[in-house]
T-cell receptor
Framework: DQQVKQNSPSLSVQEGRISILNCDYTNSMFDYFLWYKKYPAEGPTFLISISSIKDKNEDGRFTVFLNKSAKHLSLHIVPSQPGDSAVYFCAASANWRGSQGNLIFGKGTKLSVKP | GAGVSQSPSNKVTEKGKDVELRCDPISGHTALYWYRQSLGQGLEFLIYFQGNSAPDKSGLPSDRFSAERTGGSVSTLTIQRTQQEDSAVYLC?????????FGPGTRLLVL
């Protein structure tokens, strides 16, 4: 049973508009969440993270929102740029505080930003 | 600075052969992780090292899979008697108490 779900396999957005990527999780023990971006033939690149004690974290054009009661997080990219076109993975960890836990990944959402 | 490196970048092997995949983590990173990504799937956790010991091997899919880490640095993932379902991208990540940084992966194809 998938603990981290990205229900949209793909998303297409016009350049300059907002991209919203969604992620749902089932394990209430998760206390840290991350977004990774992956280009073809490369490893995932860390983008942004959020701990369970926060509900929002912002870094430039990227903002992650966490709704613990709904077990839902989202990544907002604004404005979207063609270089943002990649596969975005949501990941979660249940053992972050004081140690390093393995990450549980969603299946990814392929974002295409059209010029 | 140098990131996580993995070798080989691609490996084609015949069913039944053994393969060894190598990971060089970022210098100073104490934690090292192996994941794999099969076609159309997310990343699947395999094993985690803290220093040279592996406190979590829960993701290894069968006893054909093993991994070791020496000197708190380089790690090798060994797959014995490879099967076609082992075909995937094998990714290594390292961290120092926080975010995991990934290498480019080894693409394994078992014919």
């Amino acid at each position: 049973d998938q603990q981290v779900k990205q229900n949209s396999p793909s998303l297409s957005v016009q350049e300059g508009r907002i991209s919203i990527l969604n992620c749902d999780y089932t394990n209430s023990m998760f206390d840290y969440f991350l977004w990774y971006k992956k280009y073809p033939a490369e490893g995932p690149t860390f983008l942004i993270s959020i701990s369970s004690i926060k509900d929002k974290n912002e870094d430039g054009r990227f903002t992650v929102f966490l709704n613990k009661s709904a077990k839902h997080l989202s990544l907002h990219i604004v404005p979207s740029q063609p270089g943002d076109s990649a596969v975005y993975f949501c990941a979660a960890s249940a053992n972050w505080r004081g140690s390093q836990g393995n990450l549980i990944f969603g299946k990814g959402t392929k974002l295409s930003v059209k010029p | 600075g140098a990131g996580v490196s993995q070798s080989p970048s691609n490996k084609v092997t015949e069913k039944g052969k053994d393969v060894e995949l190598r990971c060089d983590p970022i210098s100073g990173h104490t934690a090292l992780y192996w994941y794999r990504q099969s076609l159309g799937q997310g990343l699947e956790f395999l094993i985690y090292f803290q220093g040279n010991s592996a406190p979590d091997k829960s993701g290894l899919p069968s006893d054909r899979f093993s991994a070791e880490r020496t000197g708190g640095s380089v790690s090798t993932l060994t797959i014995q008697r490879t099967q076609q379902e082992d075909s995937a991208v094998y990714l290594c990540a390292s961290s120092f108490g926080g975010t995991q940084y990934f290498g480019p992966g080894t693409r394994l194809l078992v014919l």
